[in-house]
């Protein structure tokens, strides 16, 4: 028996697997995210491996949900290092102390780039350098309908600005009394500083790519600020995340 398919059938059938398909890039999709990478390391100091684990007075007052995600993905990221919580927290080797937010707006400036539009609400705005009669610089907008076709304003260059938030992430381990010996003070060990600049002002699905970020650091020194660019699909972040 031969089967017979109706061109309204084809039709169907050919708008399901597009949706289908779509569905499936739309999943594939991962944001990239630029990360800014600080980290130091005291090497008179003996690392150790156990630890407890505590929250910043600034970030304690938080939603716990934020600051139960922070710890987790930050533990996972220890425990990447063979490290490893303290059955008894009095008895750890480090104190781990874990602080992050997001910064105050401020306004970033770029030369300007005739590819983006500078209409939408918070997106890069269209400005030029004013200077002051006092000889400081101050930045006015321009609206997009003045620029002229070469991205000028009256033949004199115009900036890209943003105004752009600081989403942040530092780990820091700390001796504790129980590792030092000799009678002297406790000491720092190490210290992690993550960061992501761009214009969203919240910390929403920015953490783990900042505890991704900061796992390969635990422990080392980068000399001076390094540039990682991580997806959110990437195996650290997956990691983190306890996708391992």
């Known amino acids: 028996m031969k089967l017979s398919v109706s061109p309204a059938s084809v039709r169907v059938l050919s708008a399901g697997l597009l949706a289908a398909l779509v569905a499936g890039l739309s999943g594939c999709a ?3 995210y630029n990360v800014k990478v600080d980290a ?10 156990s630890y ?3 929250a910043k007075e ?15 993905l930050v533990k996972t990221a220890l425990a990447g290092r063979g490290m490893y919580e303290a059955p008894d927290p009095a008895q750890a080797e480090v104190e781990i102390v874990i602080n992050y937010g997001v910064g105050p707006q401020r306004l970033r400036i770029e030369p300007y780039d005739p590819g983006w539009e500078p209409s939408m609400a918070r997106a890069p705005l269209a400005i030029i350098p004013v200077r002051k009669a006092d000889g400081t610089v101050s930045y ?26 600081e989403k942040y992430l530092s780990i820091t381990a700390r001796e504790t009394p129980v590792a030092v010996h000799g009678g002297r003070k406790p000491a720092e060990v190490w210290q992690v500083q993550v960061s992501v600049e761009d214009m969203k002002d919240s910390l929403e699905g920015y953490l783990p790519v900042l505890a991704g970020a900061a796992a390969d650091y635990l422990g080392t020194s980068t000399g001076k600020s390094e540039r990682v660019r991580l997806r959110d699909s990437d195996e650290i972040v997956a990691f983190v995340k306890g996708g391992h």
């Open 52 to 54: 407890r684990i505590t």
């Open 140 to 165: 006015a907008a321009v609206p997009a309908e003045q620029l002229d076709v070469d991205g000028t304003l009256n033949g004199l260059p115009v900036l890209r600005g943003s105004h752009v938030f």
């Open 30 to 32: 991962s944001q990239v």
């Open 58 to 72: 600034a970030v304690r007052g938080m939603s716990d949900p934020r600051q139960t995600e922070a710890v987790a």
């Open 40 to 49: 130091i390391q005291n090497p008179e100091v003996v690392p150790g491996y």
